[in-house]
């Protein structure tokens, strides 16, 4: 076994204002709330009030969250060990949190549920285009990191999971919950916790485009490879909108409107990290919380 340096008794110490080391902070003061504490009274009455079609609409949102946040809870450790391996204590620390919230979205979704009744198999909402991404690719991206730990190889897994699972699908299906939910005053504790999610996964999306900039810095054919995977999955995307589609949405949802959301998203993401491109490794992580919309 080779002999590691403890980092933080060496001169070292700890990188207190790295991007990462930030990013941890951050989660320690904001990201502390508890599925548990939800009271979700006025959510129940609501559905209860929903007309039949309003309440598939949102419980299929609910379906694809639910094992979306479950399958990128059990699907996380694979980076994590590559970035311990690597030494990269202040990542490593940031990550332990990360870890963490997923844990709390995938419970919060499931109390909700609960609360609402709904106990039987929800599969049927998770179409073959989800399948493939949550059951095929992301398990896929990641567990590579198991035996090839090579800057390839974690640029795919952080583009898949940061970038596009996180970055693009999740952003819209919150954008949905609003779009849906708050014009009508509905569902509040529901669209409380969507803020905390939304919040968390500002942290773990600007953890991943620092990852993916630190990669690109260090590795500049990286970019092409994360542009490549992106158009990729960008079909996977329009598609998953599409599937959802009904001739006449129950809240009032223009389609067009969700379709150019998620196209700002993918644009969004890969304009960032276009910036990167000749960047220098201090800057990256010298870069502000703020830069990445992170509070």
Known sequence: MEKRTILTTS?????????PFRLYQKAKRFGIWNPADFDFTQDVKDWNNFTNEQREAILR??????????????????????????????????????????????????????????????????????????????PTSLERLEHDHSPEALAEASTV?????????????????????EGIDAMPSLLKGIGYLKKDEGRHIAYGTFLL?????????IFDIVSKKMEELTPLAIQLNQE???????????????????????????????KSRGQKLDDIYKQQESEFGVV
């Open 244 to 274: 959802g589609r009904v001739e006449e949405s129950p809240f009032g949802v223009d389609f067009e409107d969700t379709m150019n959301f998620t196209m700002k998203q993918l644009t969004v993401r890969m304009d960032i990290l276009a």
């Open 11 to 19: 001169k070292r110490g700890l990188l207190l204002d790295s991007l």
């Open 213 to 221: 900039q630190r990669l690109i810095s260090e590795h500049p054919h």
């Open 61 to 138: 949102l609910i379906s694809q969250f639910q094992a979306g946040e479950e399958a990128v809870t059990r699907d996380l450790l694979p980076l994590m060990m590559v970035i311990a391996k690597e030494g990269r204590l202040e990542e490593e620390m940031f990550l332990t949190t990360f870890l963490f919230e997923e844990a709390k979205h995938t419970e919060f979704f499931r109390l909700l549920l609960n609360a609402l009744g709904v106990t039987g198999d929800l599969s049927i909402y998770h179409s073959n285009t989800y399948n493939t991404i949550f059951n095929e690719i992301l």
């Open 161 to 181: 999971y940061n970038m596009f699972v996180e970055g693009v699908l999740a952003e819209t299906g919150y954008y949905s919950f609003y779009k849906s939910l």
